[in-house]
């Protein structure tokens, strides 16, 4: 028996007066399509529906909902061999990342899935990647694999790849593809324990609104003040690691954040030649974040800032 977690995003849509909306009929559709393909597993579904919504929509109170679901399936549902997500692509990575570290251990494989396009669309790839899912669960072999969280998604003219659900990248402007960083799960956590942050269990939940100030650097960009509500930093950098250091901008931003016990972390400096701008990070007491993208690292501060 797979267990499939319906929340509507384009895989759940149709097109209705000119506009992509959530619609009851595609959970049918899916199953249907699927059934109608040559050489797929035989497999039985069983559906759950915490809410239906466009993934865009996606907040914490969505998310823990569905952290709830994926519990009541592995506690109450000993016949489960796997459990299939089905979201939308927009904050696919972020779901994502928090379903993989909740349930990193999960004894099933958890797949995540969505489409690029709705599902009567030519270019669509939603049940390819469904049709992928199923055959992981089927052949799935907990002692040999070991656990799996994972979103396995076709890019246009590409082959299907299987992603780590804890190494997807955010998507680029403008373009539905997906890609990942190569993922160690050791070296994730030996990463995670030396930044001084801890990796949740599955009883987890997040706070109602994200306590993580993220930024992106642009040139010219002037720092925000904190807010009450902020715990934690999060520096994105440009591809070489790097931010602008020059000036006095970050390193009173930095002293600011210290003075109220808010840590600051940095994403991508990991590279083994670094720049001479780099220097400073350690100067102003800034935690290097090493090989760990920019959706995981937001999503696990979230859940260390309780």
């Not at 267990?3 to 007066?17: L, Y």
């Not at 559906?47 to 109450?76: G, Q």
């Not at 072999?141 to 994972?150: I, T």
């Not at 720049?275 to 260390?304: C, D, F, H, Q």
Request: aromatic share 8%; hydrophobic share 40%.
């Amino acid at each position: 028996m797979i267990d499939v977690i319906f929340t509507g995003g384009t895989i759940g849509s149709a097109v209705e007066n000119g506009y992509i909306a959530p619609a009851g009929g595609q959970k049918k559709m899916l199953f249907d399509l699927y059934q109608k393909q040559e050489n797929v597993p035989s497999a039985e579904f069983r559906t759950h529906e915490p809410f239906y919504i466009l993934s865009e929509n996606m907040d914490a109170a969505h998310l823990n909902l569905l952290a709830d679901t994926v519990r009541d399936i592995l506690s109450s549902h000993a016949d489960t061999e796997g459990i299939i997500i089905l979201l939308g692509s927009d904050t696919l990575q972020y779901t994502a990342a928090y379903v993989g570290l909740l349930f990193r251990h999960a004894p099933v494989p958890i797949m995540l899935v969505c489409t690029n396009y709705v599902l009567t669309d030519a270019r669509a790839n939603g049940v390819e990647n469904f049709t992928s899912a199923v055959k992981i669960i089927c052949d799935h072999d907990r002692q040999e694999d070991g656990s799996l969280v994972c979103v396995p998604y076709k890019n246009p003219d590409a082959q299907s790849v299987v992603h780590n659900a804890l190494a997807l990248m955010p998507h680029l402007p403008y373009d539905d593809r997906l890609y990942s960083l190569p993922f160690d799960e050791a070296a994730f956590e030996r990463e995670i324990t030396a930044c001084g942050l801890t990796l949740p269990d599955e009883s987890a939940r997040l706070t109602d609104i994200c306590p993580v100030q993220f930024i992106k650097p642009l040139p010219g960009q002037a720092y925000p003040n904190l807010q009450p509500h902020v715990r934690s930093v999060l520096l994105d950098t440009y591809h070489s690691g790097t931010i602008r250091t020059e000036g006095e901008e970050l390193e009173s931003f930095c002293k600011k954040a210290h003075e109220q016990n808010i840590p600051v972390y940095l994403l991508g400096a990991d590279r083994p030649d670094q720049y001479e701008s780099t220097k400073k990070y350690g100067e102003l007491g800034i935690r290097v974040l090493r090989g760990i993208s920019p959706v995981t690292a937001y999503m696990l501060l979230w859940l260390n800032s309780q």
